[in-house]
């Protein structure tokens, strides 16, 4: 399972507070593409807790930095697998859990750049 990737962020409509024409605080972003972002912005970008759905329904819920997926959040994936833990630059990394939907196959321990990585717990 692949985190992906935020490569449309082309705006198509805005629901929300803007300051001084970029998007501030909260709203609603429908993208280029489908993809939709529900959450906080700050100066024009996704900034703040949010949940960010890809048009084929994988989910991220969690902590965005300009843009990016940092610190914690969730993936959710549409087969019911989930990771939930340390992201950072959008990928699995640092310490964090991962269920599969469809297998008996369950991981917690350390990730690195989206892969697992070193001791299981």
């Given at each position: ?69 940092m610190f914690n ?20 990394h640092g310490f ?26």
């Amino acid at each position: 399972y692949e985190e992906p990737v935020l490569t449309q962020v082309i705006v198509k409509s805005y629901e929300g507070e803007k300051v001084h024409g970029l998007y501030e605080g909260e709203g609603f972003a429908y993208f280029e593409g489908g993809n939709t972002y529900k959450g906080m912005f700050s100066e024009g970008l996704m900034h703040g807790q949010g949940t960010y759905t890809w048009a084929d329904g994988v989910k991220y819920e969690g902590t965005f930095v300009k843009n990016v997926q940092m610190f914690n959040g969730r993936y959710t994936w549409n087969d019911g697998s989930v990771y939930e833990g340390s992201i950072k630059n959008g990928l699995r990394h640092g310490f964090g859990f991962f269920n599969s939907g469809t297998r008996p196959v369950s991981y917690i321990g350390y990730w690195y750049k989206g892969k697992r990585h070193g001791k299981v717990s």
